[in-house]
Nanobody
């Protein structure tokens, strides 16, 4: 059974930082194209950053230079370091494996507000 468990969301002021982590089990992590998506109520879920199956990181233009995706294949974790957060980054962030038709975590709320 595949499980993706996120942690690290919360409330932060504009310009602040947060780090999200996702622990994966039941899946071949190294080829799973792990990544992060986010969703605002009423809008489509959008890609934030992910690894391709060969390990190349892909980062959305809207967060490039502010967010960094990393992974630890020994621990089966993928993380998202979010710096210089903006109010428009407010969303529920989801960990994902194997793309939009794959597996999802339960989501973690990130709120950027003063």
């Amino acid at each position: 059974q595949v499980q993706l468990v996120e942690s690290g969301g919360g409330l932060v002021q504009p310009g602040g930082s947060l780090r999200l982590s996702c622990a994966a089990s039941g899946i071949r992590f190294s080829i799973s194209g792990m990544g992060w998506y986010r969703q605002v109520p009423g809008l489509q879920r959008e890609l934030v950053a992910r690894f391709t199956t060969n390990g190349t990181p892909i980062v959305a233009d809207s967060v490039k230079g502010r967010f960094t995706i990393s992974r630890d294949t020994a621990k089966n974790t993928v993380s998202l370091q979010m710096n210089s957060l903006k109010p428009e980054d407010t969303a529920v962030y989801f960990c994902n494996a194997l793309g939009i038709n794959g597996y999802w975590g339960q989501g973690t709320q990130v709120t950027v507000s003063s």
